[in-house]
């Protein structure tokens, strides 16, 4: 049995949990690249 699974890149532009900005965060994942 063979299992595939495809992750997406994702990058992070703000936000980080011990910020100022409570862990909330702003990210882009790109669809168009998989890893």
Partial sequence: MIIE???YPR?????NPSDGYFGKT????FSNFIA
């Fill in 11 to 15: 990058a992070a532009v703000i936000g």
């Fill in 26 to 29: 702003i990210a882009f994942v």
């Fill in 5 to 7: 699974t495809y992750s």
